[in-house]
């Protein structure tokens, strides 16, 4: 079965500038939720997409936003980028959402670096 | 606030030493908690979870956890470590609900030593 795949793996971008990272969901899955991974800090829930809609969300701008398309993969975009938000983005999926016996399944996680 | 706490950051052992990391939570009601690892260059993997009955959790590679209430705990251990545990662990914690969003702690880093 194929995992989590996040894309790009690497990402610079300017402080300002805007930015869209890419996730596909392990097969099987129809729920992606994401986390942010500032350095020295564990992984922060920003939002869970389910059925192409935002099922949560965590204490994030509304500069960060989402999709979740029909094929369950989805895209986390941010805008106005500031250097706060250099962190590694992980991507997660899951069976199903809302129950702790369908556990998460990370992908490797974009770098992003804003300048 | 809800929150995960790992007091142990960076952990050094020999090869065959005993693991023990500690994990505390604060939450109300019922809680569901896990133990993640990362070995670098790798994605985060689960490592085990507790919802409910026995609190003591057997996880994958000889890792266990230990549930204690009374004490807001899941600390997790190893008898014998191997290099190959060499990684960073996390303890998360969720309510389950709509999102079962998971709450991390900041991680600890094992370096196992041959």
């Known amino acids: 079965e194929t995992g989590v795949t996040q894309s790009p793996t690497h990402l610079i971008k300017t402080r300002g500038q805007q930015v869209t990272l890419r996730c596909s969901s392990q097969s099987g899955h129809n729920t992606v939720s994401w986390y942010q991974q500032a350095l020295g800090q564990g992984p922060q829930f920003i939002f869970q997409y389910y059925r192409e809609e935002e099922n949560g969300r965590g204490n994030f701008p509304p500069r960060f936003s989402g999709l979740q398309f029909p094929n369950y993969s989805s895209e986390l975009n941010v805008n106005a980028l500031e250097l706060d938000d250099s962190a590694l983005y992980l991507c997660?999926?899951?069976?199903?959402?809302?129950?702790?016996?369908?556990?998460?399944?990370f992908g490797n996680g974009t770098r992003l670096t804003v300048t | 606030a809800q929150s995960v706490s790992q007091h142990n950051h960076h952990v050094i052992l020999s090869e065959a030493a005993s693991l023990e990391l500690g994990c505390n939570y604060s939450?109300?009601?019922?809680?569901?908690l896990f133990w993640y690892v990362q070995y670098p260059g790798q994605h985060l993997q689960l490592l085990l979870k507790?919802?409910?009955?026995?609190?003591l959790v057997k996880g994958i590679k000889g890792f266990e956890a230990e549930f204690i209430k009374s004490k807001f705990s899941f600390n997790l251990r190893k008898p014998s470590v191997q290099w190959s545990d060499t990684a960073e662990y996390f303890c998360?914690?969720?309510?389950?609900?709509?999102?079962?969003?998971?709450?991390f702690g900041t991680g600890t880093l094992l370096a196992v030593q041959p």
């Open positions: 997660a999926s899951s069976v199903r959402p809302g129950t702790a016996q369908s556990p998460l399944h």
């Open positions: 998360a914690a969720s309510h389950g609900g709509a999102t079962n969003k998971l709450i």
């Open positions: 939450y109300g009601g019922t809680v569901n």
């Open positions: 507790y919802f409910s009955g026995d609190p």
